[in-house]
Protein backbone atom coordinates (compact mmCIF):
# COMPACT_ATOMS: atom_id res chain seq x y z
CA UNK A 1 0.00 0.00 0.00
CA UNK A 2 0.82 3.32 -0.82
CA UNK A 3 2.35 5.51 1.50
CA UNK A 4 3.48 8.79 3.28
CA UNK A 5 7.45 7.08 3.07
CA UNK A 6 6.53 7.76 -0.70
CA UNK A 7 5.53 11.00 -0.41
CA UNK A 8 8.52 12.04 1.29
CA UNK A 9 10.76 11.74 -1.43
CA UNK A 10 11.19 14.15 -4.34
CA UNK A 11 10.10 13.04 -7.84
CA UNK A 12 13.16 13.16 -9.87
CA UNK A 13 11.75 12.15 -12.81
CA UNK A 14 8.96 13.94 -14.92
CA UNK A 15 5.86 11.78 -15.56
CA UNK A 16 5.56 12.78 -19.30
CA UNK A 17 9.09 11.09 -19.75
CA UNK A 18 7.69 7.87 -18.64
CA UNK A 19 7.77 5.06 -20.58
CA UNK A 20 4.31 4.97 -22.25
CA UNK A 21 3.63 1.42 -20.69
CA UNK A 22 4.86 2.88 -17.26
CA UNK A 23 2.62 5.59 -17.49
CA UNK A 24 -1.55 5.09 -15.95
CA UNK A 25 -4.02 5.62 -18.94
CA UNK A 26 -6.77 6.43 -16.89
CA UNK A 27 -6.65 8.18 -13.51
CA UNK A 28 -10.12 8.55 -11.09
CA UNK A 29 -9.71 10.26 -7.90
CA UNK A 30 -11.80 9.82 -4.57
CA UNK A 31 -11.51 13.77 -3.70
CA UNK A 32 -12.08 13.70 0.23
CA UNK A 33 -11.25 16.11 3.02
CA UNK A 34 -12.38 19.12 2.07
CA UNK A 35 -14.58 19.69 5.27
CA UNK A 36 -11.64 18.46 7.40
CA UNK A 37 -9.42 20.97 5.77
CA UNK A 38 -11.73 23.59 6.52
CA UNK A 39 -12.38 22.46 9.91
CA UNK A 40 -8.91 22.45 10.62
CA UNK A 41 -8.85 26.46 10.09
CA UNK A 42 -11.96 26.77 12.18
CA UNK A 43 -14.16 27.66 8.78
CA UNK A 44 -17.33 26.13 7.96
CA UNK A 45 -17.10 23.22 5.62
CA UNK A 46 -18.18 24.85 2.63
CA UNK A 47 -15.04 26.63 2.28
CA UNK A 48 -12.98 23.61 1.53
CA UNK A 49 -15.26 22.39 -0.51
CA UNK A 50 -14.46 25.82 -2.32
CA UNK A 51 -10.52 25.60 -2.12
CA UNK A 52 -11.04 22.35 -3.48
CA UNK A 53 -11.53 23.67 -6.88
CA UNK A 54 -8.21 24.73 -6.92
CA UNK A 55 -7.08 20.91 -7.04
CA UNK A 56 -9.15 20.41 -9.49
CA UNK A 57 -7.57 23.01 -11.55
CA UNK A 58 -4.23 21.89 -10.95
CA UNK A 59 -5.27 17.88 -11.74
CA UNK A 60 -6.77 18.60 -15.37
CA UNK A 61 -3.71 20.78 -16.20
CA UNK A 62 -1.23 18.62 -14.67
CA UNK A 63 -3.19 15.42 -16.53
CA UNK A 64 -3.37 16.98 -19.90
CA UNK A 65 0.60 18.01 -19.40
CA UNK A 66 1.38 14.74 -18.82
CA UNK A 67 -0.78 12.93 -21.62
CA UNK A 68 -3.26 11.43 -19.08
CA UNK A 69 -6.45 9.46 -21.50
CA UNK A 70 -8.89 10.41 -18.79
CA UNK A 71 -9.47 11.51 -15.31
CA UNK A 72 -12.77 10.46 -13.37
CA UNK A 73 -13.13 12.58 -10.43
CA UNK A 74 -15.69 11.35 -7.35
CA UNK A 75 -17.65 14.61 -7.43
CA UNK A 76 -20.93 13.84 -5.13
CA UNK A 77 -21.40 10.62 -4.31
CA UNK A 78 -25.28 9.17 -4.06
CA UNK A 79 -24.49 8.31 -0.55
CA UNK A 80 -24.15 12.41 -0.39
CA UNK A 81 -27.83 13.26 -0.16
CA UNK A 82 -27.66 12.40 3.73
CA UNK A 83 -25.19 16.19 4.32
CA UNK A 84 -27.18 18.98 5.44
CA UNK A 85 -29.57 20.95 2.97
CA UNK A 86 -27.39 23.71 2.78
CA UNK A 87 -24.12 21.93 2.24
CA UNK A 88 -25.74 20.07 -0.78
CA UNK A 89 -27.18 23.58 -1.71
CA UNK A 90 -23.70 25.10 -1.86
CA UNK A 91 -21.92 22.20 -3.50
CA UNK A 92 -24.76 22.55 -6.47
CA UNK A 93 -24.11 25.88 -6.66
CA UNK A 94 -20.41 25.39 -7.24
CA UNK A 95 -20.46 22.73 -8.99
CA UNK A 96 -22.70 24.86 -11.56
CA UNK A 97 -20.35 28.03 -11.38
CA UNK A 98 -17.46 25.34 -12.03
CA UNK A 99 -19.26 23.86 -15.74
CA UNK A 100 -19.74 27.53 -15.93
CA UNK A 101 -16.48 29.25 -15.64
CA UNK A 102 -14.54 26.42 -17.16
CA UNK A 103 -15.75 25.75 -19.68
CA UNK A 104 -13.57 28.22 -22.34
CA UNK A 105 -10.52 26.67 -20.34
CA UNK A 106 -11.45 23.37 -21.50
CA UNK A 107 -12.00 23.81 -25.08
CA UNK A 108 -8.35 25.58 -24.49
CA UNK A 109 -6.73 22.67 -23.07
CA UNK A 110 -8.89 20.28 -25.71
CA UNK A 111 -10.49 18.85 -23.05
CA UNK A 112 -14.09 16.45 -23.63
CA UNK A 113 -16.31 16.78 -20.60
CA UNK A 114 -18.39 13.71 -19.51
CA UNK A 115 -20.33 12.58 -16.56
CA UNK A 116 -21.32 9.73 -14.90
CA UNK A 117 -24.10 8.73 -12.50
CA UNK A 118 -27.73 9.56 -12.25
CA UNK A 119 -29.19 12.61 -13.59
CA UNK A 120 -32.57 12.66 -11.65
CA UNK A 121 -32.30 14.27 -8.40
CA UNK A 122 -30.04 16.36 -9.87
CA UNK A 123 -31.07 20.53 -9.75
CA UNK A 124 -32.05 21.09 -13.69
CA UNK A 125 -29.70 24.05 -13.52
CA UNK A 126 -26.47 21.96 -13.13
CA UNK A 127 -27.78 19.16 -15.84
CA UNK A 128 -28.44 22.36 -18.46
CA UNK A 129 -25.03 23.81 -17.47
CA UNK A 130 -23.44 20.63 -17.57
CA UNK A 131 -25.64 19.71 -20.88
CA UNK A 132 -23.84 22.73 -22.80
CA UNK A 133 -20.30 22.18 -21.16
CA UNK A 134 -20.30 18.59 -23.03
CA UNK A 135 -21.86 19.50 -26.09
CA UNK A 136 -19.08 22.06 -26.55
CA UNK A 137 -15.96 20.27 -25.32
CA UNK A 138 -17.36 16.62 -27.45
CA UNK A 139 -15.14 17.43 -30.50
CA UNK A 140 -12.11 17.97 -28.04
CA UNK A 141 -9.61 15.01 -28.85
CA UNK A 142 -7.19 15.28 -25.97
CA UNK A 143 -7.94 14.21 -22.08
CA UNK A 144 -11.39 13.40 -21.18
CA UNK A 145 -12.72 14.33 -17.75
CA UNK A 146 -15.34 12.66 -15.97
CA UNK A 147 -17.21 13.70 -13.55
CA UNK A 148 -18.68 11.39 -11.31
CA UNK A 149 -22.50 13.42 -9.61
CA UNK A 150 -24.72 11.32 -8.28
CA UNK A 151 -22.88 8.49 -8.61
CA UNK A 152 -23.03 4.91 -6.59
CA UNK A 153 -21.52 1.98 -8.27
CA UNK A 154 -23.73 -0.60 -6.80
CA UNK A 155 -26.74 1.74 -8.09
CA UNK A 156 -24.60 1.66 -11.68
CA UNK A 157 -24.45 -2.47 -11.41
CA UNK A 158 -28.07 -2.72 -10.48
CA UNK A 159 -29.21 -0.40 -13.30
CA UNK A 160 -26.97 -2.61 -16.06
CA UNK A 161 -28.29 -5.54 -14.49
CA UNK A 162 -31.91 -4.23 -14.98
CA UNK A 163 -31.33 -2.84 -18.54
CA UNK A 164 -29.47 -6.46 -19.12
CA UNK A 165 -32.69 -8.28 -18.42
CA UNK A 166 -35.18 -6.42 -19.89
CA UNK A 167 -33.03 -6.82 -22.89
CA UNK A 168 -32.78 -10.72 -22.53
CA UNK A 169 -36.77 -10.53 -21.99
CA UNK A 170 -36.66 -8.89 -25.32
CA UNK A 171 -34.84 -11.17 -27.04
CA UNK A 172 -32.06 -8.28 -28.04
CA UNK A 173 -29.48 -10.24 -25.96
CA UNK A 174 -28.52 -13.81 -25.85
CA UNK A 175 -28.36 -14.36 -22.05
CA UNK A 176 -25.77 -17.39 -22.78
CA UNK A 177 -23.67 -14.68 -24.31
CA UNK A 178 -23.25 -12.03 -21.49
CA UNK A 179 -19.98 -12.36 -20.23
CA UNK A 180 -17.73 -9.31 -18.36
CA UNK A 181 -17.38 -7.07 -21.79
CA UNK A 182 -21.41 -7.12 -22.65
CA UNK A 183 -21.99 -6.86 -18.91
CA UNK A 184 -19.55 -3.59 -19.18
CA UNK A 185 -21.45 -1.90 -22.19
CA UNK A 186 -24.36 -1.95 -20.01
CA UNK A 187 -22.23 0.29 -17.44
CA UNK A 188 -22.41 4.17 -17.54
CA UNK A 189 -18.33 3.57 -18.14
CA UNK A 190 -19.32 1.60 -21.63
CA UNK A 191 -16.44 2.60 -24.02
CA UNK A 192 -14.04 3.90 -21.19
CA UNK A 193 -11.06 2.41 -20.21
CA UNK A 194 -10.67 0.86 -16.68
CA UNK A 195 -8.99 3.25 -14.18
CA UNK A 196 -4.96 2.00 -13.67
CA UNK A 197 -4.39 4.05 -10.93
CA UNK A 198 -7.21 4.99 -7.90
CA UNK A 199 -5.81 7.79 -5.49
CA UNK A 200 -8.04 8.21 -2.60
CA UNK A 201 -6.88 11.68 -0.73
CA UNK A 202 -7.53 12.57 3.22
CA UNK A 203 -6.36 8.98 4.43
CA UNK A 204 -9.50 6.86 4.57
CA UNK A 205 -8.52 3.42 3.25
CA UNK A 206 -12.36 2.50 1.67
CA UNK A 207 -14.10 2.28 -1.64
CA UNK A 208 -17.07 4.58 -0.53
CA UNK A 209 -18.99 2.80 -3.30
CA UNK A 210 -16.56 4.21 -5.99
CA UNK A 211 -16.44 2.53 -9.59
CA UNK A 212 -16.51 -0.93 -8.05
CA UNK A 213 -16.64 -2.84 -11.07
CA UNK A 214 -14.21 -0.93 -12.99
CA UNK A 215 -11.28 -0.49 -10.33
CA UNK A 216 -11.15 -4.70 -9.77
CA UNK A 217 -7.34 -4.49 -10.94
CA UNK A 218 -6.25 -0.97 -10.40
CA UNK A 219 -3.46 0.23 -8.08
CA UNK A 220 -4.32 2.02 -5.10
CA UNK A 221 -2.49 5.38 -3.62
CA UNK A 222 -3.97 6.26 -0.83
CA UNK A 223 -2.40 9.82 0.84
CA UNK A 224 -3.19 11.87 3.48
CA UNK A 225 -3.14 14.99 1.94
CA UNK A 226 -6.25 16.94 2.15
CA UNK A 227 -8.22 17.20 -1.07
CA UNK A 228 -7.93 21.27 -1.20
CA UNK A 229 -4.16 21.36 -0.63
CA UNK A 230 -3.94 18.16 -3.57
CA UNK A 231 -1.65 20.01 -6.59
CA UNK A 232 0.00 18.82 -9.25
CA UNK A 233 3.36 17.62 -7.41
CA UNK A 234 0.67 15.24 -5.75
CA UNK A 235 -0.60 14.04 -8.70
CA UNK A 236 3.43 13.41 -10.04
CA UNK A 237 3.76 11.65 -6.87
CA UNK A 238 1.41 8.68 -7.28
CA UNK A 239 1.95 8.18 -11.18
CA UNK A 240 5.41 7.75 -9.95
CA UNK A 241 4.15 5.45 -7.40
CA UNK A 242 2.51 3.64 -9.87
CA UNK A 243 4.84 3.47 -12.29
CA UNK A 244 7.12 1.30 -10.14
CA UNK A 245 4.64 -1.11 -9.50
CA UNK A 246 4.64 -4.15 -11.36
CA UNK A 247 1.21 -4.91 -12.89
CA UNK A 248 0.32 -8.89 -13.07
CA UNK A 249 -3.32 -9.14 -13.26
CA UNK A 250 -3.40 -12.59 -11.64
CA UNK A 251 -0.02 -13.66 -13.98
CA UNK A 252 3.51 -13.43 -13.26
CA UNK A 253 5.53 -10.27 -13.02
CA UNK A 254 5.94 -8.45 -15.98
CA UNK A 255 4.16 -5.70 -17.52
CA UNK A 256 0.63 -6.63 -19.12
CA UNK A 257 -1.70 -4.01 -20.70
CA UNK A 258 -5.06 -3.63 -19.05
CA UNK A 259 -6.81 -5.48 -20.92
CA UNK A 260 -5.00 -8.39 -20.32
CA UNK A 261 -7.16 -8.86 -16.71
CA UNK A 262 -10.09 -10.49 -19.16
C1 LIG B 1 -15.15 15.38 -0.12
O1 LIG B 1 -14.87 16.02 1.08
C2 LIG B 1 -16.19 16.13 -0.93
C3 LIG B 1 -17.49 15.46 -1.00
C4 LIG B 1 -17.78 14.29 -0.52
C5 LIG B 1 -18.54 16.16 -1.71
P1 LIG B 1 -15.75 15.78 2.39
O2 LIG B 1 -16.83 16.79 2.43
O3 LIG B 1 -16.19 14.37 2.46
O4 LIG B 1 -14.69 16.10 3.52
P2 LIG B 1 -14.48 15.29 4.89
O5 LIG B 1 -14.30 13.86 4.55
O6 LIG B 1 -15.72 15.54 5.71
O7 LIG B 1 -13.25 15.92 5.48
C1 LIG C 1 -16.53 9.89 -1.09
O1 LIG C 1 -16.27 10.68 0.01
C2 LIG C 1 -17.40 10.64 -2.07
C3 LIG C 1 -16.76 11.75 -2.75
C4 LIG C 1 -15.50 12.09 -2.67
C5 LIG C 1 -17.63 12.52 -3.62
P1 LIG C 1 -17.18 10.60 1.34
O2 LIG C 1 -16.60 11.55 2.30
O3 LIG C 1 -18.61 10.78 0.98
O4 LIG C 1 -16.96 9.09 1.78
P2 LIG C 1 -17.14 8.41 3.20
O5 LIG C 1 -18.46 8.86 3.75
O6 LIG C 1 -16.00 8.87 4.06
O7 LIG C 1 -17.06 6.95 2.92
MG1 LIG D 1 -15.35 12.70 3.24
Known sequence: MPTETSESTQPTIDPKDLPSAQRPRHIAIIMDGNG??????????????RNGIRSVRAVVEEGCRIGLG???????????????QRELRFLFRLLRHFLIVERSELMEQNVRLTMIGRREGLPEDVLVEYDRTAAMTAGNSGMTLC???????????????????RDAVAGVIDPGSVDEAAFSSYLSTAGMPDPDLLIRTAGEMRLSNYLLWQVSYAELHVTEVLW?????????RAVLDYARRPRKFGGLPGRSPTEGAV
Open 228 to 236: PDFRAEHLR
Open 36 to 49: RWAEAQGLPRIFGH
Open 70 to 84: QLTLYCFSSENWKRP
Open 147 to 165: LAVNYGARAEIAEAARRLA
